[in-house]
């Protein structure tokens, strides 16, 4: 059942998906009405609530005062494969580092990020997105948080 941002609690599960590449805009309507359709048939059961943000992260929230079947979050993770695979893009690599740099974000490799770091192209106050987020709480506080303050906190010396 679909519902609105505002109406999940805090603790909804979220689940973040950034892209390797943007959306091209063509794409976008497509890949809203694909996403749409798997939840409201998978989930119809729990209250959700997506969204495509900055055209490449899809962000998925789910309401759900349990955890999740195993079966529904495989069928998720098959769906996210098929879209890596219709798009040609990647979604599952949480280890890749999606960042902001001017008025773009970049998407690199822990290795490339790393050499950045070391050149100084980027620094502690590089804005990062933080895919790891756990629930609509941490992806409103944490989503978007300076490097130094990250999982990759560790990197800056």
């Known amino acids: 059942?679909?519902?609105?941002?505002?109406?999940?609690?805090?603790?909804?599960?979220?689940?973040?998906?950034?892209?390797?590449?943007?959306?091209?805009?063509?794409?976008i309507e497509e890949l809203k009405a694909k996403i749409e359709q798997f939840l409201?048939?998978?989930?119809t059961d729990y209250p959700h609530f997506f969204k495509i943000i900055e055209n490449r992260f899809i962000?998925?929230?789910v309401d759900s005062k349990e955890s999740l079947p195993i079966t529904l979050l495989d069928k998720l993770a098959s769906f996210i494969l098929e879209l890596e695979q219709q798009y040609n893009i990647t979604?599952?690599?949480?280890?890749?580092?999606c960042f902001k740099q001017g008025e773009?974000?970049?998407?690199q490799?822990?290795?490339?990020?790393?050499?950045?770091?070391?050149?100084?192209?980027?620094?502690?106050?590089?804005?990062i997105f933080n895919n790891l987020?756990?629930?609509?709480?941490?992806?409103?506080?944490?989503?978007?948080?300076?490097l130094s303050e990250s999982w990759l906190a560790h990197l800056v010396k």
């Open 133 to 146: 987020v756990q629930n609509k709480y941490d992806f409103e506080h944490h989503f978007e948080t300076p």
């Open 59 to 61: 962000a998925i929230f």
């Open 1 to 27: 059942m679909k519902i609105t941002y505002k109406d999940l609690p805090e603790d909804a599960y979220a689940f973040i998906y950034p892209s390797s590449r943007k959306f091209y805009p063509q794409e």
């Open 104 to 107: 773009y974000i970049q998407y």
């Open 91 to 97: 979604l599952l690599d949480k280890i890749n580092i």
């Open 40 to 43: 409201e048939e998978n989930f």
């Open 109 to 127: 490799d822990m290795k490339k990020f790393r050499t950045l770091l070391k050149n100084r192209s980027i620094s502690k106050n590089t804005v």
